[in-house]
């Protein structure tokens, strides 16, 4: 028996960026999600926000019971929020203090937007040179600096827009600002190789990711359709281009996803449906034929799965590991996840104060990210984090 379990509870685990302080400078989704993660993880993320905040907090409704936005609330847990106005000399100085002191800065002004205050990479880099400096922007920082980086504009002129909806309907965005989120992680990703990187050499770098750039790579199969193939895809509803089944089809009540991946799967799927000669028939035997005929192929699928209801069959398919599932309501998504042990609900915060969060996707063997933190009040940590800058700032002048 582990001893610690006689003696109390067990102290805290350290995490993998605990020591490892955040100038977080960014502001809506991309940034600001990729630093909770990254706070999540231990680091000291301290939110530099405007006199009038992070637009996000007024981005209502919905709102929790005290009046929060929940989109501001869903990604900003674990930050220290400081208010500076870059226009305000003193303000301005504590944020070059906080630029030298932060082990990553992260941005998503429009790109050359912060030179003239001099909290742009190559100004940072003379007052801290090992600094690790990320850069989020719309569209690059070449030809496309001067465009808006808006996740909806990104969705239209990447091509996403022009595969989602029905073929004959109109073009449709995401249900999240999917190419934000989208780069925050790659955001993320490059941080963490960065301080990797600067372990082993210990030398900073410049990181550069754009919603647009992150939408290329998002984009998989489609993108590489058109690179790799020459086709241009087009919008095909919920169908898959090089797939069939894998779309919502009707049942005796409600609508299923149905999925057969491969020709096992589509076996099994038959035998379940009760038209097991379909995987013999010629016309559907290669998933190649099955998607080249799906026109024909369609009718016969439906009319066994509208025999029966939607839960029945999710049942009968997932005990032979046919992949399907019913096309639940956000609620109704949480609550399946709750119900498979994935405990998609924390709180945040100190004991008696907590709020509702999500839970960081990433589970570790070894570590625990820490929800410490609830997220805070604009300018809440001003003064603890000019106290701060001040004493270290003394201290470090004082060693020389």
Not at 78 to 103: C, G, M, Q, T, Y
Not at 252 to 267: E, K, M, S, Y
Request: hydrophobic letters at 40%; one cysteine or more; aromatic letters at 6%.
């Amino acid at each position: 028996m582990n001893s610690e379990s006689t003696t109390g509870p067990r102290p805290p685990r350290p995490r993998p960026l605990d020591g490892i302080v955040i100038a977080d400078f960014s502001r809506v989704l991309a940034g600001p999600y990729a630093t909770m993660l990254l706070a999540d993880m231990g680091a000291e993320v301290i939110k530099v926000e405007s006199p009038g905040g992070d637009d996000t907090r007024s981005w209502v409704p919905p709102v929790r019971p005290d009046g929060v936005s929940t989109y501001y609330a869903a990604i900003n847990r674990n930050k220290k929020s400081i208010v500076l106005d870059f226009k305000d000399p003193d303000d301005l100085a504590v944020a070059h203090a906080l630029s030298a002191r932060a082990d990553i800065v992260v941005e998503n002004f429009k790109p050359g937007g912060l030179k003239r205050f001099d909290l742009d990479y190559d100004s940072v880099k003379e007052r801290n040179e090992t600094v690790i400096y990320c850069s989020i922007s719309g569209f690059g920082t070449a030809e496309g600096a001067s465009l808006p980086g808006y996740d909806l504009i990104v969705q239209a002129m990447s091509g996403l827009m022009s595969l989602t909806g029905d073929p004959d309907g109109p073009a449709y965005r995401a249900g999240i600002s999917v190419f934000d989120v989208m780069a925050g992680l790659h955001s993320t990703i490059g941080i963490l190789a960065a301080l990797r990187h600067r372990s082993m050499t210990g030398k900073g770098q410049n990181i550069e990711t754009s919603l647009l750039a992150s939408a290329m790579s998002g984009l998989v199969n489609q993108t590489s359709a058109y690179v790799a193939g020459g086709v241009t895809p087009n919008r095909m509803g919920n169908a898959h281009p090089s797939l069939f089944p894998y779309e919502p089809l009707p049942t005796a009540d409600n609508d299923l996803i149905v999925t057969a991946g491969n020709d096992g799967q589509f076996r099994k799927l038959v035998e379940v449906l009760g038209v097991p000669e379909l995987a013999d028939d010629e016309r559907f035997a290669r998933n190649a034929d099955r998607t080249e005929r799906r026109e024909e192929l369609r009718p016969l699928l439906v009319e066994r799965l509208q025999t029966q209801s939607a839960e029945y069959w999710f049942a009968k398919l997932n005990e032979v590991g046919v992949p399907n599932g019913p096309i639940n309501t956000i609620a109704q998504g949480v609550q399946y996840a709750e119900k498979l042990g994935l405990a998609p609900i924390v709180q945040v915060g100190p004991a008696g104060q907590t709020v509702p969060g999500v839970r960081n996707p990433i589970s570790f063997s070894g570590i625990e990210p820490r929800y410490e933190l609830a997220p805070p009040t604009l300018g809440q940590d001003t003064d603890e984090i000019r106290s701060w800058l001040a004493a270290t700032t003394a201290a470090a002048y004082g060693e020389k």
